[in-house]
């Protein structure tokens, strides 16, 4: 339509996780725009006006008063925008189907094939629980390490 050669965005490992990154990115921004504007209109005024009689630039109320008042929603939000990024198989499903030559698979599509192409129930039943295992571990490492730097 433009002008130019087509692009095959499946042909090559490269270019085929880089479409089902940049779609998943397209799925997970209204959610994290909802939870920024939500924590944003939260900040009292109050905050930024004794910040600026400080003598406080712009840039010193984004670093010491936006950021940190952010903090509270946005890393739940992280923490969920990362487990769902790790389970994203409906994205990679329906995008690529793990081509080419699985390129693209994940630990969730891995357990979807073991499941239902190599009918392996049990198996893919025990492969899922420990996702879980690894999804859990890192969400309670995440609030750990959140936690001990609210005090910094």
Do not use: C
């Not at 939260?42 to 952010?70: H, K, M, N």
């Not at 239902?116 to 893919?124: I, N, S, V």
């Amino acid at each position: 339509i433009f002008g130019g050669s087509p692009v095959a965005w499946f042909d090559s490992p490269l270019t085929s996780f880089a479409t089902v990154l940049a779609t998943n990115g397209w799925l997970s921004f209204p959610f994290m725009m909802v939870v920024s504007l939500g924590a944003l209109q939260s900040i009292p005024s109050d905050l930024y006006e004794a910040a600026r009689v400080d003598g406080a630039s712009r840039w010193q109320q984004f670093r010491l008063v936006t950021l940190p008042s952010l903090k509270p929603a946005l890393v739940p939000a992280v923490i969920l925008s990362v487990v769902w990024t790790f389970n994203m198989f409906n994205i990679i499903y329906l995008v690529s189907e793990g081509q080419p030559g699985g390129a693209t698979e994940i630990l969730i599509t891995d357990a979807y094939k073991i499941a239902f192409e190599q009918y392996r129930y049990g198996y893919a039943a025990a492969y899922a629980t420990v996702i879980f295992v690894i999804l859990l571990i890192y969400g309670t490492w995440q609030n750990r390490v959140t936690r001990a730097s609210e005090g910094v």
